[in-house]
């Protein structure tokens, strides 16, 4: 069964502090994807990255950054933790468009992350 | 970017088809309509995605209209644990690199009830 793995489930980090979102696909995937979910917002977009060390902006990336070093991770980080960025992250994984079996997203099961 | 417009809400008897509607008006010729839900703290599950035909797998059927210009998203009997928000997102393909980012709406509350 394909899997994308978040690696906590819920985080609670101070205001100030740096904070590394890990999130890993089993699928061999070459997109992966980083949404932010608030209630009345939905998910908005905050890095995507198509390939091995490439990444692109979202709609929203103000306050995080992205590293992707091996192609089956992704790691958000919030260089400063604001409580503004308290929120449900949300990984994604994707074959890249035009492949065949192009079934979309898969998604993690999200992190709830409490800043303080 | 192709947006998408569906009920904030709808509710639906269990054992009855639940019919989602979403109006994409503005969508491309080579944009694909894709629907998605979200079952309470889970992250979002793919469901069934198309382009022009219908389409049917095992958990709905998506129907798209002549002009596709609107779709329908059926899920034939519906069952309490199909509560859920539904999402219909029209791939927004990201030039050069092809990526195909998916920009979300705030969908449909879809509540089943016995």
């Known amino acids: 069964d394909v899997k994308v793995t978040q690696s906590s489930r819920y985080l609670v980090k101070r205001t100030g502090e740096k904070v590394f979102l890990e999130c890993v696909q089993d699928?061999?995937?070459?997109?992966m994807f980083w949404y932010r979910q608030d209630p009345g917002l939905g998910l908005r977009l905050i890095y995507f990255?198509?390939?091995?060390?490439?990444?692109e902006k979202g709609d929203i990336p103000e306050g995080y950054s992205v590293s992707r070093e091996k192609k089956e991770r992704f790691s958000l980080i919030l260089e400063s933790a604001s409580t503004n960025q308290t929120s449900m992250y949300l990984c994604?994984?994707?074959?890249?468009?035009?492949?065949?079996?192009?079934?979309?997203?898969?998604f993690g099961s999200g992190t709830r992350l409490t800043v303080v | 970017d192709a947006k998408t417009t569906q009920p904030p809400s709808m509710d639906c008897a269990e054992g009855r088809a639940a019919n989602l509607p979403c109006n994409h008006s503005t969508i491309s010729g080579n944009e694909y309509v894709y629907w998605y839900r979200q079952i309470h703290s889970q992250g979002p599950q793919y469901i069934i995605h198309?382009?022009?035909n219908n389409e049917t797998n095992e958990m709905a059927s998506l129907i798209i209209t002549e002009d596709r210009k609107s779709s329908t998203l059926i899920l034939p009997h519906a069952t309490l644990r199909d509560t859920a928000v539904y999402y219909c997102i029209v791939r927004v393909f990201h030039g050069s690199s092809n990526t195909g980012k998916l920009i979300f709406g705030q969908g449909t509350t879809l509540q089943v009830k016995p």
């Open positions: 198309g382009l022009k």
């Open positions: 699928m061999d995937h070459e997109n």
């Open positions: 994604a994984s994707s074959l890249r468009t035009g492949r065949l079996l192009n079934y979309g997203y898969t």
């Open positions: 990255s198509y390939d091995v060390k490439m990444k």
